[in-house]
């Protein structure tokens, strides 16, 4: 396939995990590919395994640090001239990998999460969508989760601010859509990734690996690819009449009944 031969992607935390799924993606169906993400060392593992002959860029960027994206987008506008894809999937699940009640909630904590998960997301839309208004053409597509969704699957700042992204998500089409201007976004279910690492790790360790995704319809959880493929769809022509939306990926986990103590 080859539905974004001669577009120019950029794709945030294409370090690990459903960014790094994404970037690699994107190039395989002829995307130029800017990759960002505070980790060196993951943009240059991600950039090991594109495919041979593609065009890409990565760079090390904190999308909550407003000058760092702003010089981001200028230089992908330098070296490519355009953005028609943007891919928000930068972010982060919390800075204690602990997940108190709201009483025991710290505040910078919060100011944390949200600076990265929402903030960051925003900091990118706004300075990339302008490009796309003045050519009438682009799609976004945010990630989110379905810690957005519903309780149970995350922590209270985390839940925030992936609740705070499907919000954003349709202001933000309502904003862009008379400019031809998609926006969209992904609520992934339990994806191994860089982010959740320390979960995986906890339930191979303490001989709890079978119950990982278990809650969920199809009784698993979720590759990368599968997020990717949802992040490309969202952002291809094929989705050309879709925007505003938020698309649960997640085995059929927001489609059950949240029982109290279920999901803890």
């Known amino acids: 396939m080859a539905r974004f031969e001669n577009r120019t992607a950029i794709v945030t935390g294409a370090g690990s995990g459903i960014g790094r799924a994404t970037a690699l993606r994107l190039a395989r169906e002829g995307a130029r590919v800017v990759m960002a993400d505070t980790s060196e060392s993951g943009l240059v593992e ?12 990565r760079r090390v960027v904190d999308v909550a640090n407003e000058a760092e994206v702003e010089a981001l987008v200028e230089e992908t506008l330098a070296s490519f001239g355009k953005i028609d894809v943007l891919c928000n999937i930068a972010g982060i699940a919390s800075t204690t990998g602990k997940h108190p009640p709201v009483t ?24 990339v969508a302008p490009h796309m208004q003045a050519r009438k053409l682009g799609s976004i597509v945010n990630t989110a989760s379905v810690a957005g969704i519903r309780s149970g699957a995350g922590g209270n700042a985390y839940s925030a601010s992936k609740a705070g992204v499907i919000n954003l998500t349709m202001t933000a089409a309502c904003d862009l859509g008379s400019d031809n201007v998609r926006v969209n976004a992904v609520c992934p279910g339990l994806v191994e990734s860089g982010m959740t690492r320390a979960v995986f790790d906890y339930a191979r360790a303490n ?8 809650r969920c319809e199809l009784r698993r959880y979720g590759d990368p690819e599968e997020i990717a493929a949802a992040i490309l769809f969202l952002a291809s022509d094929d989705a050309s009449y879709i925007t505003g939306q938020a698309l649960a990926v997640d085995g059929g986990n927001t489609a059950s009944l949240n029982l109290p103590g279920m999901k803890v």
Do not use: C, F, Q, Y
């Open 104 to 127: 025991g909630n710290l505040r910078e904590e919060w100011d944390k999460v949200l600076s990265v998960n929402l903030v960051g997301t925003m900091l990118l839309i706004k300075h």
């Open 46 to 57: 991600t950039e090991n395994s594109m495919p041979e002959g593609s065009k890409h860029l």
């Open 207 to 214: 001989e709890k690996a079978h119950k990982l995704g278990s």
